[in-house]
């Protein structure tokens, strides 16, 4: 499902998606629509503009996360520096892309998040590792799930730093090694069934190997496990986080 302000935007979109044979775009509407439309098709992804005229994209996404069962909901941006992903991400988002995004890799994503897998274009990843959450309104009031108790907020000050760094080699300390590859793994994207595939377990050992993987970092959100993986540098093209020898913390023994 597609939900955008523009209706040339929405029928371009509709048309990269229906040129893979395994995706089925049951509707693309404004954000009046939304809801009415989730509750008559039932889709497994919803592509959410950030920002639209009538509504904002965050409210919708708020409604969106307050229905059972919750479709994955990926957020779309014209800016990798947009304050509205920090935002997105406090209220739940399943991922972010930005509109000009390859269509391969749109319909790649959109495959990815129907089944539970990381969506984050690189560059909003690293948009956020960078810091760009402190261009957030100082009087958003955080959630209970909010962003500076998985990534810290940015600050420019090296006591900041320091104290940033210090909780991100904690978190990275308490993971096993086994653990470590399961965060790189949600760092590039990978779902629980392709992280099975990739570490040569079963889809139920994959998924204790998440969970457990997301409690020691203190959230329950891919997303915000993906971001952490990325500041850690375990994801390709991502700078580590340095530890007190320079590099990352050296991870428990594999259970």
């Given amino acids: 499902m597609i939900v955008d302000d523009e209706e040339l ?15 089925r775009v049951v509707e693309a509407c404004e954000a009046d629509g ?15 503009d950030i920002r639209m005229p009538q509504r904002d994209g965050l409210a ?28 997105a991400l406090r209220a739940g988002a399943d991922g972010f892309l930005l509109k000009d995004s390859d269509p391969d890799d749109l319909i790649r994503s959109v495959r990815a998040a129907a089944v539970g ?39 420019t000050s090296r006591a900041a730093q320091r104290t940033a760094s210090g909780e991100l080699r904690e978190r990275l300390a308490r993971l096993t090694a086994r653990e470590h590859e399961v965060l ?8 629980n069934p392709e992280i099975a595939e ?6 139920g050992t994959a998924k204790e190997h ?23 540098g375990l994801v390709g093209g991502s700078r580590p986080a340095p530890g007190r020898d320079g590099g990352l913390p050296t991870p428990e023994p594999a259970r």
């Fill in 117 to 155: 897998g990381v969506v984050l274009s690189p560059s909003i990843a690293a948009a956020v590792v960078e810091g760009y959450a402190s261009t957030l309104d100082a009087r958003t009031p955080p959630g209970p799930d909010a962003l500076e108790r998985d990534l810290p907020r940015h600050d």
């Fill in 60 to 87: 919708v996404l708020e409604d969106l996360k307050g229905r059972i069962p919750t479709p994955a909901v990926v957020m779309l941006t014209s800016f990798s520096a947009d304050a509205y992903v920090v935002r």
């Fill in 34 to 48: 939304v809801l009415k439309a989730v509750a008559a098709h039932s889709p497994d992804v919803v592509l959410l």
């Fill in 198 to 203: 990739r570490l040569a377990i079963t889809p």
């Fill in 210 to 232: 998440v969970s457990a993987t997301l409690a020691k970092l203190g959230t329950d959100n891919r997303v915000r496990a993906a971001v952490i993986a990325y500041q850690a």
């Fill in 9 to 23: 935007f929405r029928t371009g979109l509709r048309m990269v998606l229906e040129t893979a044979g395994d995706v």
């Fill in 184 to 191: 790189a793994l949600l760092g590039n994207g990978l779902s």
